[in-house]
């Protein structure tokens, strides 16, 4: 993931971690798009079902081959959803109009 400039010090500094001073992209586990189309979530399975078990085994893989947050880029509508989720928005991305957000995992 890009580290924009337009975000603050402090954010900066959380996602590029310790001897990444000035990193310009830093890794992350992408979940994509998961909620673009309320009718793509059926009623057997729930936003909150799929994060959880994302969360679960995101705990494994850190543990693997590390990993310091998870992104996902949504809607504007979406936002808030995300956010009862933990997540936060780093920026809006112009070209795509679509907002990235990341949870810090861990």
Known sequence: MEVPDEISTSMKRKMRGFGRTSAKTVPCYLLGQL???DSALHD?????????????????LQGIIG???LRVDCEDKLIALYETYGFRKVYRDETTELNQMIMFIG
Do not use: K, M, Q, T
Not at 44 to 60: C, F
């Open 44 to 60: 057997s399975v729930s936003l909150h079902d799929i994060i959880e078990a994302v969360i679960g085994y995101l705990d494994v």
């Open 67 to 69: 990993g310091r947050f």
């Open 35 to 37: 909620a673009r189309e």
